[in-house]
C-alpha cells in the first residue's frame, strides 16, 4: 500500500519518499550547422572560389577572367544553394532527446 504526502508524490509503505522522475520527450530539429560536413564543403568552396579569384589575373597581356563582382556572385549563390540544402535537412528529420533536469 502507497501513500501520499502533502506534496503530492507517492511514497513507499516504509515512510521513505522515492523520487519521482518525469520526463518529457522532446526532439530538436538537426544537427548544429557548425556540426555538418556540407558547413565544412561550403567554407571549402567559398575560400576556393575567393582564392581562384585573387590568382587569376591580367598579366602576360591576358584580361582579367575572373573578377572580383563574378567571385562574389558565386558566393552568393554558394550561400543560396546551402541554405536550401539546410532548410531541406531541418524540414523532415527530428533527432530526439530526453529532457533532463
Known amino acids: ?3 501520499v504526502n502533502p506534496a503530492g508524490n507517492v511514497g513507499h509503505p516504509t515512510g521513505v519518499d522515492a523520487p519521482v522522475h518525469h520526463s518529457r520527450r522532446l526532439s530538436t530539429e538537426t544537427k548544429a550547422a557548425f ?3 556540407e558547413f565544412f564543403a561550403y567554407l571549402a568552396a567559398v575560400v576556393a572560389v575567393l582564392i ?3 590568382t587569376v589575373g591580367n598579366e602576360d597581356g591576358h584580361g582579367d577572367y575572373f573578377r572580383a563582382d563574378q567571385a562574389w556572385l558565386y558566393i552568393v549563390i554558394l550561400t543560396v ?8 535537412a531541418k524540414s523532415g528529420s527530428r533527432d530526439p532527446y530526453d529532457e533532463s533536469r
Not at 544553394?81 to 531541406?88: E, K, N, P, V
Open 1 to 3: 500500500m502507497s501513500t
Open 52 to 54: 581562384a579569384s585573387m
Open 81 to 88: 544553394g546551402y541554405m536550401i540544402s539546410r532548410g531541406l
Open 35 to 37: 556540426k555538418t560536413t
